[in-house]
């Protein structure tokens, strides 16, 4: 069987993708001219106008042909095995740059990802994985992760979150949450791998009272089940227990660089899953409109930097990948009113299994740290801004030890104090600080994300605060204290990558 190839633009692409919906998957040209138009032409047209997009079918997808064994080749109806893959550039690419090594480096520079056509109607967007560079609106900071893919019988690289489209009958918006978390992980840590749909049923078997396919979807224990089934320590948050807080904390799992899996419904009955996997850029306007989330005794106010009223960058089954919404109105990027009604009413969050100590816990365990502890020298009135996030050790000691603007001795104190494998880390700042660019902080406290036991601060592991350097030793359940002057340093900055231009 020979493989189609075809170098296009967008406009161009519309015609190669309608001859395959007729001829691959033998649909009515009326029919195909519809597909094209709700649904392939929408995903393509939040894509810029100028990029340069290959073609490739019939393609063998791992991910459908999963799909396609395990229920479609069961069907009266037939349905193809094949997808249709196409792959997007930067122009200036040719035909000739996949013949040999120099255009092979010119196609990694220009290469934005890719996304599969399947034959699934009428969602036939398939798997995908794009960089935010190929979207006209990308002014946001995202997770992010580096795949590999073999275009035209080349070994590239593709850069971007893991997305597809529920087919509504062996995926729906709950099976692809599971799935593009998985991809994500999978392909970033040794720890986790990627899964195929039919290991989701499978895993789901146990906690289902009903068969799998074709799916009604999953509840919000099933989902954190089925993490926790798949190795993480998963945590559910809901509105109901968390009230106020909820929020913020949603706000800081986001800011530590987690896809973060959020359920929404609203009162007509309509309940969905996507992910939450970063953030539009906190400008100015929106850190002086950030609420006071603690006043104490003597009116020191406590800003959580974790509430500021960003839009959210959300994975969503139902739309092209990076869509932004708000927190109290998430959906608003949906045309209709009942689904721009929903609003979330729970996350769930995939932790590394090891991390016993959680963000409600943790953000909490800070505050105590910084204002009853009384080492720090805050003088009444004070505004303290303050960014909560978990980090790995690895990559923060990076940071401290490249800090151009943290003085060596507290380098040297940083670097050299054992820690686990992930920390909490309370940046603290103030309005003028944060709004500098880059963003600088006057202190700092680092807790062990593996210590649950907050009695006799144990979980402190340096607090940096007003020329005080504080360390808490468990073993004699005492502080040591020594002063030491310094300025602002850089804020971190290495759980979310930006990709504005």
Known sequence: MEINIY???KVGSSSVVLDYLKEE?????????YLIKNNYEEFISTLRNELVLVIEYPYVDKFYRDCYYNYYSSKLEHYSRFSLRVSIFEPGIENEDFENEVGKAKLQSKFLGYFLIRPTHPQIIGRNVISPLAFINNNFKSCFVRTDVTINSIKLI??????????????????TTIWSCMEYFGNKYSDYQPIKPSKIIELLKNHSFERQIPSKGLNVRQISAALKDLGFGSIIYSLHVYGAQFESLLGCYVESGIPIILAMQNSKNINHAILSIGREEITSDLIDKCPVS?????????????????????????????????????CDYYKNADWQACKITHFIVPLYPKIYLEAFRAKSFINSVLLDTGYFNIAPASKIHIRY???????????????????AKIKKIITSTS???????????????????????????????TEANTTFMNPLIIGLYNDVLLTFAPKIRDFDKITLPYEPFHMYSGNLKSFSP
């Not at 593709?158 to 099976?175: L, N, R, V, W």
């Not at 996030?389 to 003085?407: C, D, G, M």
Request: net charge negative; hydrophobic share 35%.
């Open 389 to 407: 996030f978990l980090a790995s050790s690895r990559s923060y000691k990076e940071h401290i030890a490249l800090n151009p603007t943290l003085n």
């Open 158 to 175: 593709a850069e971007g979150f893991p997305h597809s489209s529920q087919d509504t009958e062996t995926i729906t918006c709950a099976e």
């Open 25 to 33: 998957c033998h649909y009515t040209q009326k029919y195909s001219e």
């Open 419 to 449: 820690m686990p494998k992930f920390i909490w880390v309370a940046e603290l700042t103030t309005a003028d600080l944060v709004k500098g660019n880059p963003s600088m902080a006057n202190g700092l406290i680092i807790v062990d994300a």
């Open 7 to 9: 170098l296009t633009d």
């Open 294 to 330: 603690m006043i104490t005794k003597d009116k020191t106010e406590i800003i959580d930097l974790n509430s500021a009223k960003c839009r959210f960058v959300f994975i969503d089954d139902n739309h092209p990948p990076y869509q932004l919404g708000l927190y109290d109105s998430p």
